[in-house]
């Protein structure tokens, strides 16, 4: 691979001359280089510098501790966008969930505690040099995910890094060199101490960036994690999954047998696992694509409607066939759920109804109009015989 003068943002050159005049070491690390040699057009370059911390906060005006006990200072530029800048650091040590970090060590000692050789890249914008200690730049245009120096250690250190290597794996379309490979499956028990979060967020970023889901899936299977992170994925997926936009919730719901229980595990939000339970429950399509059962449908599915229409059209690879028939329902107006009714509780009330009696009169009058919208007006509704105490 040629390792080529790569175009920096200005904003970055700017950030580490001022590191370099100083007296610091500063280089472009990690994913944008990567990026940048696979010619996936990237933005967000990270800084590695000799600086430390406190000499980073000194040195620029605007600067947040966006990872400080980690050595990773945000620094904000002239219009207010963050540039991670992280100390060289070493692991001191691990206990396969998170690191203690130690400082005063070099850029190559530095990428040395990096997972992969394709992340152990290091480019200094202003001159020009390329450090590339581990040959990453050669495993990416052989398109492999290479652990640096022993993979079994290196996972051991920091399991995470198993789900990492699938991640790249199917972000890129790159293998796994086998000796990382059978490493990473011998030490796919150790998944299980990592925590809920960690492994959410992997499985999550995994979902959004892999270029085919169900490749992502059966690494997942393969290497052992699913088995102890979500059981009851299917074995075998469409590829149709694959389609943009990637919602990992909403995939979630479809990959997995019994996606409200995983993602609680997971520990999702409450709002995340209210959707992927409202997805469940509903009926997945209507009896039949006529406007009175399309209407009932979106009656029972409520807020999970649209959901259901992209989970179908994920799942089959075109749109739903009473998709057309929805968007009637809506660009017509027509009432599906209690609310829309052209009349409320209150009139229900003051109609002579009392307690339970009013919800059950507002589901019958909704059941009429499902069957027949044009009955949706106060005077009709309250003259019929639903309405009756
Ligand atoms: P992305 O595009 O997903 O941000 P990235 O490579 O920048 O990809 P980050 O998670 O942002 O990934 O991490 C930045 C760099 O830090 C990586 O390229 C890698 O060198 C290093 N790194 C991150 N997580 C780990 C880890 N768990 N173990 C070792 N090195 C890691
Ligand atoms: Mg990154």
């Not at 290479?146 to 990492?164: M, S, T």
């Not at 259901?308 to 009637?328: D, I, N």
């Not at 002579?352 to 005077?379: F, I, M, T, W, Y």
Request: glycine letters at 6%; hydrophobic letters at 45%; proline letters at 6%.
């Amino acid at each position: 691979m040629t390792m080529e003068r790569l175009v920096v943002p200005p904003e970055v050159i700017a950030l580490i001359e001022t590191l370099t005049s100083s007296g610091h070491e500063a280089w472009c690390v990690g994913g944008a280089l990567r990026d940048a040699l696979l010619g996936v057009p990237q933005s967000d370059f990270d800084v590695a510098t000799s600086a430390t911390p406190e000499e980073v906060k000194r040195l620029f005006p605007r600067t947040v501790g966006v990872g400080e006990q980690y050595g990773t200072i945000g620094v904000l530029d002239r219009n207010r966008v963050l540039h991670e800048v992280t100390t060289f650091r070493r692991d001191v040590s691990t206990d396969g969930r998170r690191a203690v970090v130690a400082y005063g060590v070099s850029l190559d000692e530095d990428l040395a505690r990096r997972d992969f050789t394709i992340n152990a890249i290091a480019y200094q914008p202003v001159t020009g040099e390329w450090r590339d200690p581990f040959n990453g730049s050669d495993d990416l245009a052989a398109r492999v995910i290479r652990a640096v120096g022993n993979p079994l250690e290196r996972f051991r250190e920091d399991y995470l890094r198993i789900l990492r290597a699938l991640r790249f794996a199917a972000r890129y379309d790159l293998s796994i060199e086998p000796a990382t490979w059978s490493a990473a499956k011998e030490s796919a028990g150790g998944l299980s101490t990592l925590s809920a979060e960690r492994v959410r967020d992997e499985w999550f970023k995994g979902l959004r960036t892999a270029c085919r889901v169900p490749q992502l899936a059966a690494l997942w299977r393969d290497v052992g994690a699913a088995e102890l992170w979500l059981p009851g994925l299917s074995p075998d997926l469409p590829d149709s999954l694959s389609a943009q936009p990637r919602d990992p919730v909403l995939l979630t719901t479809l990959l997995v047998s019994d996606p409200v229980e995983l993602l609680r595990r997971l520990k999702s939000s409450n709002a995340e696992l209210a959707r992927a339970a409202a997805i469940t429950a509903a009926p997945g399509e209507p009896a039949q694509p006529d406007p009175v059962a399309v209407r009932r449908w979106l009656a029972a599915a409520a807020g999970a409607a649209d959901d259901l229409l992209v989970r179908w059209e994920l799942r089959h690879g075109s749109a739903a066939p009473w998709a057309a028939e929805v968007a009637g329902v809506r660009a017509r107006g027509e009432a599906t759920t209690r609310k829309q009714l052209a009349v409320s509780g209150s009139d229900l009330l003051a109609a002579g109804l009392a307690g339970p009696a009013v919800g059950q009169a507002l589901d019958r009058l909704l059941e009429r109009v499902l069957e027949e919208p044009a009955l949706n007006h106060r005077d009709t509704l309250l003259a019929l015989p639903e309405v009756r105490p």
